[in-house]
């Protein structure tokens, strides 16, 4: 533990070089205005401080990210995702450059953002993005410090379980060098199965101590640094998390207890900078885990796991359109885990190595002299290929896109993507555990149940081989309402596709039959959800996305404009067809085949914030469904669950304010300091999904509390910035 002192004083030492600047340059901040023009011998150049390479395609400000209500960068990132339906994991710019390690950012507060930029779907080849992955820029404060606390208490209103956290942070930012520290408790109290009355309709003496939620508690301390060195930046990063739970379930006509516990640490050191006309950038990350469970199993699993990543950027020609720019990305992983289960030794070691190249090429700028350039607007291609290894096989990529924007406010993008995917390793090493009880419908028996799934790895995954095609219609901001649109389709088709099993049916049990396991009566009580290969898969989809906000004033106080946007999502699935195994026939999910599947999912999002008052505003429907017994043809014995729609809301409020107010770059002044308190309540209309058989009949395991015990639930959070 030597190595303790050392990261204390890397991060401490330089806290007072960031404080002093950050007190002492306050009122030059509060006056600079970075987009002012600058007269130059009857020039006058515009800057924007953190601007991207490309033009953003939406842009939250400041008074947009404080209507989120948020705790952290984290979270504004996440709600950022369900509102714009961006996808899965963005890639993020720190001020318009990759980041070596997003984490030494993500855990600062929300106001010590300057503006988030959604780009458009071309920059992706620009920064080397992974395929169909969208960009999202980030702009810091120049000057920021801020020490806060939050406690948050949650309980469903039918009582029976709580959970309680409180989280302490320290955040600085000067200039190019930042820092952060993080402490996080967190407690959550057990559910049993005798604090919901009907529970699977049962009347056990054991119900008293059988737990549907077990018991848990959490530690997490995280710190992180960034500092400017030169021309180049570092950064530093480490977070260390324990946790651990106990639980009573039922297994067969067994009660066990259970006991599991998890500890990690991880630390991460990276490097950015510019050399002989490139943008390079490094980072080392380790990591080290211990696993213990008991009662269900007796496992201990100890894994360590290092993992080298690199990316280099430069414009390798000036074309009349543009930079021809060119991408490399490589990554070396190695992981070990060692280990016993059941008294049988564990011992796995993988390593895999990645490499890729993008090539992003301008055909046509809008604004040209000539005819057809000028007819075009701006497009543009990507061009890209890939190969990787690892312990589970090798693989190769390649890919091309095509980006067109003929108008200003009109974007389209299609890409086509062919590979044969390695096998994470994470998810062959995974070791496996069982989770919380879950309750199924057993088709076989015709009743409900409750199971323990088994969860984890699969070390016997092949590795897949897929065809992706997507094309991406992107329209506005309009008017003064900043109207956008956006309609997208993708279709995905693979070979030993990776997935858990879709669906309870007699034809998946067929297929899988060892991964379903029942006592000696039939009685199911376990099912294997690890991932499995299956044949072959073929998904199509068309989603579609409307934002809008209330116009606000320019030149309004702060806490005078109202701050209204609404964002509605909505997702039709078009074809989702799947072949278990070689051999037997395709199923068709969306007619109910294989385990059934939503044909359509809604959401509508409002955020709005006026003066000291807030409110966020999630409602999410989907559409109902039928899964069938036989597969080929509907029957009385089938499952048809019923349309369901769930409603979140959290309301805020600034009780106080500390007087100190944090200069927006880009814009008015915005409220730092104080007391928020927030309410949010989960599933305000206490929904819960309902279902019936085939024959009419009310379908067991589906009962006001079966499939979700919790339901309505109330979170109270009182946020302090002192």
């Known amino acids: 533990m030597a190595w303790l002192p050392l990261i204390a004083a890397f991060v401490t030492g330089h806290s007072a070089a960031i404080l002093e600047p950050v007190e002492a340059s306050r009122s030059q901040v509060a006056a600079q205005k970075l987009e002012a023009p600058v007269q130059v011998d009857d020039v006058e150049v515009f800057g924007r401080r953190g601007a991207a390479l490309t033009p953003p395609q939406l842009e939250l400000d400041g008074a947009d990210i404080d209507a989120l209500h948020a705790w952290s960068i984290d979270e504004v990132l996440k709600r950022m995702g369900e509102i714009l339906a961006l996808g899965e994991q963005p890639m993020v710019l720190i001020n318009g450059q990759p980041t070596p390690n997003l984490s030494a950012y993500t855990g600062f507060p929300p106001d010590a953002l300057v503006r988030a930029e959604v780009l458009p779907t071309q920059a992706g080849g620009i920064y080397g993005a992974a395929s169909g992955q969208r960009v999202v820029n980030l702009v810091l404060q120049s000057q ?11 309980r469903p209103t039918q009582g029976g379980t709580s959970s309680l956290s409180g989280d302490l942070r320290r955040s600085a930012i000067a200039g190019r060098n930042t820092q952060q520290i993080g402490l996080r408790l967190a407690r959550d109290t057990a559910l049993r199965a005798g604090e919901r009355k009907g529970y699977l309709a049962r009347d056990e003496s054991d119900d008293e101590i059988v737990t549907i939620r077990p018991e848990s508690a959490s530690a997490l301390v995280n710190l992180s640094a960034t500092r400017a060195l030169g021309d180049w930046s570092g950064v530093f990063s480490m977070n260390a ?78 074309l009349p359109a543009g930079a021809l720019t060119g991408n490399l990305n490589t990554s070396l992983m190695t992981n070990r885990s060692v280990g016993t289960r059941d008294g049988v030794s564990i011992d796995n070691a993988f390593q895999s190595q990645d490499l890729q190249a993008l090539l992003a090429v301008p055909l046509s700028k809008a604004g040209a002299a000539s005819f057809p350039r000028r007819l075009l607007g701006d497009l543009a291609a990507t061009f890209g290929a890939g190969v990787r290894q690892s312990g589970g096989g090798g693989g190769e990529e390649l890919r091309a896109g095509l980006s067109w924007a003929p108008h200003r406010g009109i974007r389209l993008n299609g890409e086509w993507v062919g590979s044969t995917e390695s096998v994470p390793d994470i998810v062959r090493t995974e070791p496996e555990y069982y989770g919380a009880p879950i309750v199924v419908f057993d088709f076989r028996n015709g009743e409900a149940v409750e199971i323990l799934p088994l969860r984890g790895g699969n070390p016997d995954l092949s590795p897949p081989r897929s065809d992706r095609f997507s094309l991406i219609t992107a329209l506005g901001p309009f008017t003064s309402w900043a109207i956008s649109a956006n309609v997208a389709y993708q279709r995905a088709k ?38 499995v290969n299956f044949s072959s898969t073929l998904t199509e989809s068309l989603s579609t996305g409307l934002n809008f906000n209330l116009p606000r004033p320019t030149g309004v106080g702060e806490g005078k404009a109202t ?57 999410q429907w989907q559409d109902g469904y039928r899964t069938r017994r036989v597969g080929g043809q509907d029957g009385p014995g089938d499952l048809v669950v019923s349309p369901f729609t769930t409603v979140d809301l959290r309301l805020s409020l600034q009780l106080t304010s500390s007087g100190l107010r944090m200069p927006a770059e880009d814009g008015p002044q915005r409220r730092s ?50």
Do not use: C, K
């Open 144 to 154: 920021f410090s801020s020490y806060d606390g939050r406690l948050v208490g949650t």
């Open 241 to 318: 998390q324990t946790q651990d739970s106990r639980g009573i379930v039922r297994f067969g006509n067994d009660v066990v207890a259970t006991d599991r516990s998890f500890e990690n640490l991880t630390a991460s050191a990276g490097f950015s900078g510019q050399a002989i006309g490139w943008f390079l950038q490094a980072n080392l990350n380790g990591r080290a885990a211990w696993s213990r469970e008991r009662g269900l199993q007796d496992l201990r699993n100890d894994s360590q796991a290092f993992t080298l990543t690199g990316s280099a950027r430069r414009s390798l020609l000036d």
């Open 494 to 531: 693979a070979s030993d596709g990776i997935g858990a099993l879709p669906g309870l049916t007699e034809e998946i049990e067929v297929a899988f039959p060892e991964r379903f396991q029942r006592d000696p009566e039939g009685r199911l009580i376990s099912i294997d959800y690890r991932p």
């Open 563 to 619: 701050v209204l946007r609404i964002a509605v999502n909505h997702t039709l699935q078009l074809s989702s067809i799947i072949q278990l195994r070689g051999g037997l026939r395709e199923l068709d999910r969306l007619h109910g085949d294989g385990g059934g599947l939503a044909r359509q999912n809604a959401r509508v999002m409002v955020d709005a914030r006026r003066g000291p008052w807030g409110a966020n505003v999630s409602a």
């Open 673 to 722: 300091g104080g007391v928020q308190v927030n309410l949010d309540i989960e599933n305000l209309l206490d929904a819960r999904r309902e279902a019936r058989l085939g024959d009419g009949s009310v379908a067991p395991g589906y009962g006001r509390d079966v499939q979700d015990p919790l339901g309505q639930t109330v979170r109270l959070t009182l946020q302090q910035r002192f």
